[in-house]
């Protein structure tokens, strides 16, 4: 069975040029989190979907970051105007149930983005 | 002060050597989490804890909720050990979204 995937695995981008990243978690996950990891940080959560319903958007830095996971299955995470700040690692899990602090996340392998 | 803190942030030990890794938290915690990262690569879950002790192969992780404290330990360490170890915790009334540490750099050389 396939884990989760992520898309692209790198992205360079010009300073102010839009980003789209994609997250594709294992079939039937109902929960989904994006984190954002630094260089030589540990993640730092972003924002929280329960099959579509976006429950939790605290971490998202600005409103220049936008997810959406319209089916209940695929996420993307868009990134408007994109500032040098913003180059990290950006990586998703998915969980099997719903909001349950004991469930195993399983994590893709991140789509590292740098902006020029 | 981050809300969980790992130490050392480096660590080089040689083969063969047992290996402690800490993780302290300030807040209320549901479950605490030990992750492995290796470089390039994804985030791969070893541990859940929310007591006492648990232990798959050479690892081994601990939790002491009174004192708000975790270790991960492994013994007779191999280089293929080499990776980054990451706790995080799961913060009472956050639903399941991790709070992390900074991660622990181990190097196990030969």
């Known amino acids: 069975g396939a884990g989760v995937s992520q898309s692209p695995r790198y992205k360079v981008a010009k300073r102010g040029q839009d980003v789209a990243l994609r997250c594709d978690p294992i079939s039937g996950h109902v929960s989904l989190f994006w984190y954002q990891q630094a260089l030589g940080q540990g993640p730092e959560f972003l924002t929280y979907?329960?099959?579509?319903?976006?429950?939790?958007k605290s971490g998202l830095p600005s409103d220049r970051f936008f997810a959406e996971r319209p089916e209940g299955s695929v996420s993307t995470l868009k990134i408007q105007r994109t500032q040098q700040e913003d180059s990290a690692v950006y990586l998703c899990a998915s969980s099997l149930r719903q909001g349950t602090s004991t469930d195993t996340q399983y994590f893709g392998p991140g789509t590292r983005l740098t902006v020029l | 002060k981050n809300e969980v803190e790992q130490s050392p942030q480096n660590l080089t030990a040689q083969e063969g050597e047992f290996i402690t890794i800490n993780c302290s938290y300030s807040v209320g915690i549901s479950a605490l989490h030990w992750l492995q990262q290796h470089p390039g690569g994804g985030i791969v879950s070893l541990f859940m804890?929310?007591?006492g002790k648990k232990k798959h192969g050479r690892l081994i992780a601990t939790i002491n909720i009174q004192e708000k404290h975790s270790s991960l330990h492994i013994t007779a360490s191999h280089p293929r050990d080499s990776a980054v170890y990451i706790c995080a915790a799961s913060l009472t009334g956050t639903a399941s979204k991790l709070t992390f540490g900074t991660g622990t750099r181990l190097q196990v050389t030969l």
């Open positions: 804890l929310s007591s």
């Open positions: 979907f329960q099959n579509e319903a976006q429950l939790d």
